[in-house]
Nanobody, 114 residues
């Protein structure tokens, strides 16, 4: 059974950092493209970052490029999103997604506020 469990969200001041984790079970993350999305109140869910299978190439939304880094730990079967230089506009619920099969986690709240 495929399961994705996000963690690591919280309240952080502008300019701060957080690392989100997506623990996967029921499949092997290194064999699949994995993504992080976010959804702010009143807005549509948007793609933040993606990591491909095999070679592990990455893609980012322009709004987070040079601030966020997606990675994976194959030994832990976990995907991460390192977020630096956080801004109030990064406030959202962040979701992990297994792209090939369309599975989503339940999300973790990130709030950037002073």
């Amino acid at each position: 059974q495929v399961q994705l469990v996000e963690s690591g969200g919280g309240l952080v001041q502008p300019g701060g950092s957080l690392r989100l984790s997506c623990a996967a079970s029921g499949f092997t993350v290194r064999n699949h493209a994995m993504s992080w999305y976010r959804q702010a109140p009143g807005k549509e869910r948007e793609l933040v970052a993606m990591i491909t299978s095999a070679g592990g190439g990455t893609n980012y939304a322009d709004s987070v490029k040079d601030r966020f880094t997606i990675s994976r730990d194959n030994t832990k079967n976990t995907v991460y999103l390192q977020m630096n230089g956080l801004k109030p506009e990064d406030t959202a619920v962040y979701y992990c997604k297994l792209e090939a099969w369309g599975h989503w986690g339940r999300g973790t709240q990130v709030t950037v506020s002073s």
